[in-house]
């Protein structure tokens, strides 16, 4: 039997949070988002995500106006983070962060840094070097030491993430 989405005894700002982004995969997409993964085959093949939970998520994602369908190229369309969806950087941020600190004993995956003096972005979101408070489209995500290679094994998606590239710059 499957949960429900709502937390109907609820009445606070997170229980509504939750119903929204609290499900499982939903925030690696916008994690992915922010990365700059647009195509539904690139967040299939980078997330490992069975189809059809994909299709769902991106379209109740849509519905509450996180992410928003963009024209791509052909026929086919795209998915954008909307200013709400851009809202959420702070909590992937802060999620990696605290994910880095416990669970990756090889240090964190990724690193960020402010694009315009190459300084580190702490996770408050302000630069270690300018004192900058960092926007995610000025930030840049680096290989951490934590990111192993890329190997052949890869997909195409998770070896362009491996490279240096800035934050919701489309991956294609």
């Known amino acids: 039997m499957a949960l429900p989405r709502e937390y109907t005894r609820q009445a606070c700002s997170m229980a509504r949070t939750l119903e929204v982004v609290g499900e ?55 998915y954008e983070l909307t200013a709400k969806g851009l809202a959420l950087w702070p909590v ?6 605290w994910g880095d600190e416990y669970y990756a004993p090889a240090g964190p995956r990724r690193v960020y840094v402010h694009d315009a003096c190459g300084g580190e972005v702490c996770p408050a979101g302000t ?30 998606v998770t070896a362009l993430l491996a490279r240096p590239r800035r934050l919701l710059a489309p991956l294609h």
């Open 127 to 156: 630069c270690v070097r300018c004192g900058d408070d960092v926007p995610v489209a000025e930030t840049v995500m680096t290989p951490g030491p934590g990111l192993p290679p890329p190997s052949p094994e890869d997909s195409q």
């Open 92 to 97: 992937i941020r802060d999620l990696s962060a």
């Open 24 to 78: 499982r995969w939903t925030l690696l997409i916008v994690r992915d988002a922010v990365f700059g993964v647009r195509r539904f085959s690139d967040f299939l093949e980078h997330l490992g995500i069975p189809r059809a939970v994909l299709t769902e998520r991106l379209e109740f994602l849509v519905g509450e106006a996180v992410l928003t369908r963009v024209p791509g190229p052909g026929r086919r369309s795209e």
